[in-house]
């Protein structure tokens, strides 16, 4: 009889999964949710590329107006001398944080350090959930996609006309925003050194090291990012070897 | 410079920009999309979801609003669409500036100038895109080789959480720390700022927790921003 009650309860779930996949609100694994990130993300990545080669290549073909291609490479070789480092740094150094969706979406969107990370970072601790887990990635990726429709869309009304509104704000107020990057990472580096006081401190140590020491201004970041987590590496194996003895 | 001008605004422009910004909305929702359906296999409920994306969206007020007064700077001197599509991916203002700036130079007038030309504009919006085209093609190309990478160390079982999860939060903790400090070093009133906001935010969680108010905890970088301003605004 019992059994018999098993079994139907088994044929029910069964039938109520399927009847949930017709409804459309398929559950898919997070190994899928991993292949499905790498095609979306490509896939829009490489729509803006397109975009970003078509807008100049329509103003000097479609209109005339190119400025040669000797103009074009020493514009852009001055350019790449003070960003080209990063194109290469920063998606490495913040791959351990963002993870594979997070990358796709905080490239595209920008504003990396000051708006993605500090969302996902509030996020995290909001669900009260640890950075580096499966939950913790899914809740960077909806905090940041969040942040990244906010932003575009403030941005929007900004360029649609809301420039004006700003203009109309007293100049002591758009002075004191200067502020809101101190104020974003003294918070956030006093939430994580909550958990890790002893990581804090010697992550701002280090920073302080790197940002006055003579480390070029491009590499900065990666050895902040790197040298912490190697020095919290040692250090949790230090602690697991006393445990041990 | 008004002819340059009409050019930076026209119809094709717009287009172009309106496009790139409906990829970033469109490729936002995807993966809201994508990551609500994962949830329930990872032991997230509905609630904690809400809570993500609501976080995350409070969160991105302070800083949004931050970029885009440094943005209002760009709009006379590249036009609105240009600016809009420059601001809405990677790349922030004061490098967009720099590209604009070196771009126009390299083609013999200065950006914003009465003798900015037209070939002189689109010089700064070829440096401008391939510069930023630069990220786009690294995050596109080698994301997935990064993933790999992390899948090997993810395959030692229950060691490899611990390790990605003190990966992860040093990561983090590092980013910040380094973020900060570049603020900090700007002058005393940065520092002052930041030293508020490093006190007053354990006591914001600590309420948070003390008294069970989870809008407390979602709103925290939002009032953490206000007082980091209000302070900002009396010292200085």
Request: net charge positive; with cysteine; proline share 3%.
């Amino acid at each position: 009889m019992t059994l018999n009650k098993e079994v139907q309860n088994e044929t029910l779930e069964q039938g109520l999964e399927g009847l949930r996949e017709t409804a459309g609100v398929k559950t898919i694994s997070f190994e899928k949710f991993h292949d499905r990130s790498h095609f979306w993300g490509r896939l829009t990545i490489w729509a803006v590329i397109v975009l970003s080669l078509a807008l100049p290549l329509y103003l000097s073909y479609g209109l005339g107006f190119h400025p040669g291609w000797s103009a074009i490479l020493s514009g852009f070789l001055a350019y790449a001398a003070v960003v080209g480092v990063l194109w290469f740094v920063e998606p490495i150094s913040y791959y351990p944080i963002l993870g594979i969706s997070g990358t796709y979406l905080a490239f595209l969107t920008g504003n990396i350090g000051n708006m993605c990370l500090p969302a996902a970072s509030i996020a995290q601790s909001a669900v009260g959930v640890e950075p580096g887990t499966k939950k913790g990635e899914l809740t960077a990726t909806l905090a940041m996609a969040a942040a990244s429709i906010v932003n575009i869309v403030m941005l929007l009304f900004i360029v649609l006309g809301g420039s004006y509104v700003v203009t109309l704000l007293p100049q002591s107020v758009v002075d004191s925003l200067v502020f809101v990057l101190p104020a974003i990472f003294g918070g956030l580096i006093a939430q994580l050194a909550m958990q890790k006081p002893l990581w804090g401190v010697i992550g701002i140590a280090l920073a302080l090291a790197v940002n006055l020491g003579p480390v070029p201004t491009s590499l900065k970041a990666f050895c902040c990012i790197f040298g912490l987590v190697i020095i919290c590496l040692l250090l949790e194996k230090l602690k697991k070897t006393k445990e041990i003895a | 410079m008004s002819k340059v001008m009409e050019t930076a605004n026209s119809l094709p422009l717009w287009i172009i920009a309106g496009l790139v910004v409906s990829i970033v909305i469109f490729q936002a929702i995807t993966f809201i999309r994508l990551a609500s359906r994962t949830a329930s296999t990872v032991g997230m409920n509905k609630l904690e979801v809400k809570t993500a994306l609501r976080t995350g969206a409070i969160s991105s007020l302070g800083p949004s609003f931050a970029i885009l007064i440094v943005a209002i700077s760009l709009l006379t001197l590249i036009g609105n669409p240009v600016t809009l599509m420059r601001i809405g991916i990677i790349g922030s203002a004061p490098v967009e500036t720099i590209g604009a700036t070196v771009g126009a130079q390299a083609a013999g007038s200065d950006l914003g100038s009465a003798e900015f030309t037209h070939q002189a504009f689109t010089n700064a919006v070829w440096v401008m895109c391939l510069g930023g085209v630069g990220w786009l093609l690294v995050t596109a190309l080698f994301t997935k080789s990064l993933s790999k990478a992390q899948a090997k160390i993810a395959d030692n079982g229950q060691k490899s959480v611990t390790l990605l999860k003190v990966i992860s939060t040093a990561a983090l903790l590092g980013a910040f720390s380094y973020l900060g400090t570049t603020q900090v070093i700007k002058g005393m009133n940065e520092a002052m700022v930041f030293l508020a906001a490093f006190a007053v935010m354990p006591l914001i969680l600590w309420c948070a927790a003390r008294f069970k108010l989870n809008w407390l905890r979602e709103w925290s970088l939002g009032l953490i921003i206000l007082v980091g301003i209000s302070v900002g605004y009396f010292i200085s």
